[in-house]
């Protein structure tokens, strides 16, 4: 009896194959973000691109330099000359962007998703010798950000993180009971009253840190999508405060949620992936 109970307990206490190679792996990519950390070449000029603002605003470059602009902001931007002369497209956080300028004079640049970011370049003319050392002008991308981990302490770091679980579980409280109806299954009810539970208690936290998020960026995001996106995630919050006070009459009179309250629960889905486009739209650009 005693043997047989130690032949059950070993393969639970000691690490299976599968367990080792997940750890192998995790090894792997920390030592290879590790090793992968060497700098690109450093042009002259160096732009950063910070907390929605160009860092220095005002740059003296001469014709044939090269300007990297680095994006050390949450968002992704672009630099876009108003001219036309150049423009880079969306950087991503943690990337950069470099060109050669050749234009001279004073070139205003500004971020198509955030028109507000404005900032220039005054280009001087090369003089003699200055013109041979001249290279291809070419624009790169590299990409420096960073898989390391750490944990979160900006409402800007907070918000994302919370947004993923109200994302997640208004879904599947919405098809744990639509499937519950169909299939006629309890443990499907279930879990779609907790998980509209869970939902009540942590959309509130993402709100919160959404506007907390808001405040700190001080009236640099994009007007309409902002007062939109606040008050669309406010106003959810709430409801699903009550969705899920609705769900819970249904549990406590030990009936199936009726048509009407999926009905209810599906427009506030529908409300949710439109919210979500809006806090996309202000991220990434539209
Ligand atoms: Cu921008």
Known sequence: MENSMSQMNRPATSPSPVVFLLFLALLAVLVSNAAGQTPPKSPQNIIVIKQMHFDPPSLNVKAGDVVEWKNEDIFSHTVTASDGTFDSGLIAPGSSWQTTITKTGDIAYH????????????????VGAE????????????????????????????????????AALLPLAFLSDLLGRLFRKQGLHTAGLWMMVYEAIITPFTSIAGWWWRN???????????????????????????????????????????????IAVFIALLALVYQGSLGGAMVFGQ
């Open 111 to 126: 971020c198509r998703p955030h028109p507000n970011m404005t900032a220039h370049l005054i280009v001087q003319p090369l």
């Open 131 to 166: 013109q041979h050392e001249q290279a291809g002008a070419q624009s790169t991308e590299t990409s420096q950000a960073s898989l390391r981990w750490r944990p979160p302490t900006k409402p800007e770091e907070f918000h994302p993180i919370l947004v993923d679980f109200t």
């Open 216 to 262: 700190s960026e001080a009236g640099q995001l994009p007007a309409r999508l902002i007062v939109v996106h606040e008050w669309l995630g406010t106003a959810a919050a709430v409801l699903f405060i009550l969705l899920a006070v609705w769900r819970w009459g249904f549990h406590k009179r030990t009936i199936t949620p009726s048509w009407t309250y999926l």
